[in-house]
């Protein structure tokens, strides 16, 4: 038997998609002979999710919010529930293939892993979506989306990333629950992958990715289809400046600030209210930033780490070496 997996699906009007997907999940978990639960979290959906999910699959663990909280609360109620060793964070418009968990599970071995995604591929096609994050980075930029590739990916024992995708990442629970989970001051989406990755990664952990554990995924299907596109870039903007907020040290926030307030003139300048309503909501929520800010000092303290970003890209650079890479 393999390591226990407790896999965490939040969802939102996700009926028709947890119809199509969830046969994939129970699929690969059977194929990797290990002891599992699903665990579904509905965000308060208006369709008949819970219905359909109570009718068809049974066993399945339902938990449910009185109201629409977003991505963070509703799948932290599900990781807080999980009861294995491994938690699979998994988005409902997932399709998983059927040797996902037997080519992830070597790499639990690995004590010092907190957790490993797969490579994510189009729903229909074979069109690579995310791979392996690239710290492309600089003192006042904190740029967790650059995926990179390894010319010959199979030499390659183990294959670093800066973040785990909030759609596919096998978290080892005592980790994620020392964490405390997802930040939710990034509901309702956006960016709590990344600043999740980056705590993990200042704890002395390790995030792998694995390019032959392979799922296909429509881009964003949740938040296109429930979302304007402004409404979805304002929430964007407001959360990368969370994370900055959250992670940049004290000398580089200030200056950051600075660079944030320059942005607004050139905005106001342009008239772009989208940005400048990103920025009135970030400036709300600054008082909790610094409180998650300086939570998690505290917990670096109390494990006696002391990592940094810097720390951080300089890792998975070394890892990288000479060897040829392509960014995208």
Same mark, same amino acid.
């Given at each position: 038997?393999?390591?226990?997996? %407790?896999?965490?699906?939040?969802?939102?009007?996700?009926?028709?998609?947890?119809? @199509?997907?969830?046969?994939?999940?129970?699929?690969? &978990?059977? @194929?990797?002979?290990?002891?599992?639960?699903?665990?579904?979290?509905d965000d308060a959906s208006l369709d008949d999710t819970a219905a359909f999910l109570q009718e068809h699959y049974p066993s399945i663990k339902l938990l449910s919010n009185e109201t629409n909280k977003g991505f963070s609360p509703t799948i932290n109620k599900g990781i807080f529930a999980a009861q294995y060793e491994w938690v699979l964070l998994l988005n409902n418009d997932v399709k998983l293939l059927p040797t996902y968990f037997t080519v992830l599970i070597p790499h639990l071995e690995n004590k010092n892993c907190f957790g490993i995604?797969?490579?994510?591929?189009?729903?229909?096609?074979?069109?690579?979506q995310d791979s392996a994050k690239y710290p492309k980075c600089t003192l006042l930029n904190i740029n967790g989306t650059t995926n990179y590739q390894f010319v010959n990916e199979t030499q390659r024992s183990?294959?670093?990333?800066?973040?785990?995708?909030?759609a596919n990442a096998l978290v080892n629970r005592e980790k994620l629950l020392l &964490?405390?989970?997802f930040c939710e001051l990034f509901a309702p989406f956006y960016w709590e992958d990344?600043? !999740?990755?980056?705590?993990?990664?200042?704890?002395?952990?390790?995030?792998?990715?694995?390019?032959?554990?392979?799922? =296909?995924?429509?881009?964003?299907?949740?938040?296109?289809?429930?979302f304007k596109k402004r409404q979805t870039a304002i929430i964007a903007n407001r959360n990368k400046l969370l994370l900055?907020?959250?992670? !940049?040290?004290?000398?580089?926030?200030?200056?950051?600030?600075?660079?944030?307030?320059?942005? %607004?003139?050139?905005? !106001?300048? =342009?008239?772009?209210?989208?940005?400048?309503? %990103?920025?009135? !909501?970030? &400036? @709300? &929520?600054?008082p909790e930033a610094m409180k998650t800010r300086t939570a998690f000092k505290q917990l670096q303290a109390a494990q006696h780490q002391n990592n940094t970003l810097s720390d951080c890209y300089q890792f998975i650079k070394k890892s990288i070496g000479e060897e040829a890479i392509t960014l995208f």
């Open positions: 038997m393999g390591p226990s997996i %407790s896999v965490v699906i939040p969802t939102y009007k996700g009926k028709a998609l947890l119809a @199509q997907n969830l046969p994939s999940v129970f699929h690969a &978990l059977e @194929q990797a002979t290990t002891i599992f639960e699903i665990i579904v979290v995604m797969g490579k994510i591929i189009g729903y229909d096609n074979d069109v690579l183990a294959i670093y990333t800066f973040m785990l995708s909030g &964490l405390n989970g990344v600043d !999740l990755s980056i705590r993990a990664w200042k704890m002395g952990w390790e995030c792998l990715y694995e390019p032959n554990a392979i799922c =296909r995924h429509p881009a964003s299907t949740t938040v296109k289809s429930n900055h907020c959250i992670h !940049l040290d004290t000398a580089a926030l200030i200056l950051y600030h600075f660079k944030i307030l320059g942005k %607004s003139i050139f905005a !106001l300048l =342009r008239l772009n209210f989208s940005f400048l309503k %990103s920025c009135y !909501l970030y &400036l @709300q &929520l600054i």
